[in-house]
Structures are given as C-alpha cells and as structure tokens.
C-alpha cells in the first residue's frame, strides 16, 4: 500500500504560480505511475496529468497544457504539479493518485488517493 498526502494549495491571482505536492509513504513510489486530477465545484472528476514511473514520460490534459507540469522526485518520494498562470475555472479541489500500472487518465484505475488540497484562482 502506499499512502499519498497533497499540500501547497490555497489562492492564487489569475497570472501568478503555484506548486502542489504530494507525498507519498508505505512502498516505494517508484513502483507507481501517479496522476493528478481536479474536481471544481458542480463538477465532475477530471484528469489532469500523469507522470509514469520514472518520470520519463508524461501526459497533460489539453486544458492545462503549457501552463501545468507534472514531475517527480523519487528520492523524496514526492510528486509535483507545477501551475503556471492559471485562471479561474482552474479553480477546484486537487487531488493526487497512484497505481501500479502505465499512464492511465481513467480516474476508476487508481486505487490509491490522496485527501486533496484546494486551489481556488481569483481574477
């Protein structure tokens, strides 16, 4: 099992950065493909970006695309989500999710989630 906790959310200005985290304890990260996905207010799930293994590869929903990036430090067992310049309907709860197989953006494969920590972008 692995056990995943976000920080580094909170209020941000339309043009300005943010960097959230997440850290992971129990087995060794590596063995995870981790992903991030947001759920704003009325909304539904969705995917956001995935970062595999080893960090070699990586996909970003086309909403988030050049403004956001996913990366990973798995000697400190963290994953991150880098937002640049993020707007207004960025505005949601974010969470983080692991699983052991390859780059999935189907939030119903993950099997571990974290508690999620909220963004909220004012214009």
């Known amino acids: 099992q692995v056990q995943l906790e976000e920080s580094g959310g909170g209020l941000v200005q339309t043009g300005g950065s943010l960097r959230l985290s997440c850290a992971a304890s129990?087995?060794?990260?590596?063995?995870?493909?981790v992903a991030w996905f947001r759920q704003g207010p009325g909304k539904e799930r969705e995917f956001v970006a995935v970062?595999?293994?080893?960090?070699?590869?990586?996909s970003h929903a086309d909403s988030v695309k050049g403004r956001f990036t996913i990366s990973r430090d798995n000697a400190r067992n963290t994953v991150y989500l880098q937002m640049n310049s993020p707007k207004p309907e960025d505005t949601a709860v974010y969470h983080c999710?692991?699983?052991?197989?390859?780059?999935?953006?189907?939030?119903?494969?993950?099997?571990?989630w974290g508690q999620g920590t909220q963004v909220t972008v004012s214009s």
């Open positions: 999710a692991a699983q052991s197989d390859y780059l999935k953006i189907d939030p119903a494969s993950y099997r571990y």
């Open positions: 970062i595999s293994r080893s960090g070699a590869y990586t």
């Open positions: 129990g087995r060794p990260f590596s063995s995870y493909s």
